[in-house]
């Protein structure tokens, strides 16, 4: 008999003591509780096994759950936070999961601290322009991640922009998608500033964009790119 988990904990310090008595820890993530961050470092730091761990919410709020979902919304936090602090995944496929620019911001938080990934695909989301420059200020200072997919996202200009300034500085990236994201003239004309600075991205995935004709032939004579995407440009 007795209880079998418990909701109610914030600390780290909760979780662990809850499964060390043969409880099951709830994370809990709702619209006026925000424990998962803490309460995950008692696996991610302490080694306690996740198997003994639940996530929950409470107390969400109808806008909550319209804007950024239910339970879907505190996996991605949860897979943020733990990304912060892994150093052994070096490939994460995020595509297609409904994430918005909240979780694309949690996600950016968590690249700026990450040393081992390699490769982020966050194709066919709903991250937006915010996100993307989120995503933009960690690029800046991540020297590791050499693939980054951020196709169909509707990121517009100023995440196009942020992407490219932040990419004047980083030598690390290999391979950026960003097709089909409602790319204007605008956005487009940072890419020969880049690609002036930049010389170590080789794949570059504009299609569905409007690069400009002065732009393109730039593109072509510019860096060191051996494979750019151009398919469907007005």
Same mark, same amino acid.
């Given at each position: 008999?007795?209880?079998?988990?418990?909701?109610?904990?914030?600390? +780290?310090?909760?979780?662990?003591?809850?499964?060390?008595?043969?409880?099951?820890?709830?994370?809990?993530? #709702?619209?006026?509780?925000?424990?998962? =961050?803490?309460?995950?470092?008692?696996?991610?730091?302490?080694?306690?096994?996740? +198997?003994?761990?639940?996530?929950?919410?409470?107390?969400?709020?109808?806008?909550?759950? *319209?804007?950024?979902?239910?339970?879907?919304?505190?996996?991605?936090?949860?897979?943020?936070? #733990?990304?912060?602090?892994?150093?052994?995944?070096?490939?994460?496929?995020?595509?297609?999961?409904?994430?918005?620019?909240?979780? #694309?911001?949690? *996600?950016?938080?968590?690249?700026?601290?990450?040393?081992?990934?390699?490769?982020?695909?966050?194709?066919?989301?709903?991250?937006?322009?915010?996100?993307?420059?989120?995503?933009?200020?960690?690029?800046?200072?991540?020297?590791?991640?050499?693939?980054?997919? &951020?196709?169909?996202? +509707?990121?517009?200009?100023?995440? =196009?922009?942020?992407?490219?300034?932040?990419?004047?500085?980083?030598?690390?990236?290999?391979?950026?998608?960003?097709?089909?994201?409602?790319?204007?003239?605008?956005?487009?004309?940072?890419?020969?500033?880049?690609?002036?600075?930049?010389? #170590?991205?080789?794949? &570059?995935?504009?299609?569905?964009?409007? *690069?400009?004709?002065?732009?393109?032939?730039? &593109?072509?004579? &510019?860096?060191?790119?051996?494979?750019?995407?151009?398919?469907?440009?007005?």
């Amino acid at each position: 008999g007795g209880p079998a988990d418990d909701h109610e904990g914030t600390r +780290r310090e909760d979780a662990a003591a809850r499964v060390r008595q043969g409880m099951r820890a709830m994370l809990r993530l #709702g619209s006026a509780w925000y424990d998962v =961050a803490e309460q995950v470092k008692a696996i991610t730091e302490d080694g306690l096994d996740p +198997r003994n761990f639940i996530l929950c919410t409470d107390d969400s709020h109808s806008g909550t759950l *319209v804007q950024d979902g239910h339970m879907n919304r505190v996996v991605r936090h949860a897979i943020a936070q #733990g990304l912060k602090r892994n150093v052994g995944l070096t490939s994460i496929n995020l595509s297609s999961n409904k994430i918005t620019s909240s979780g #694309g911001i949690k *996600v950016a938080s968590s690249l700026k601290a990450n040393r081992s990934l390699r490769a982020v695909d966050l194709s066919r989301n709903f991250l937006g322009s915010n996100a993307a420059s989120s995503i933009a200020a960690a690029v800046r200072r991540n020297d590791v991640l050499e693939s980054l997919n &951020l196709g169909h996202n +509707r990121i517009g200009n100023g995440g =196009a922009s942020a992407l490219f300034s932040a990419l004047e500085t980083n030598d690390s990236m290999r391979a950026l998608w960003l097709g089909h994201n409602k790319i204007g003239v605008v956005g487009s004309a940072g890419i020969t500033n880049m690609l002036n600075s930049n010389h #170590g991205l080789r794949v &570059l995935d504009l299609s569905d964009a409007k *690069v400009s004709d002065k732009d393109v032939v730039r &593109l072509v004579r &510019l860096g060191n790119l051996t494979v750019l995407n151009l398919k469907h440009n007005r």
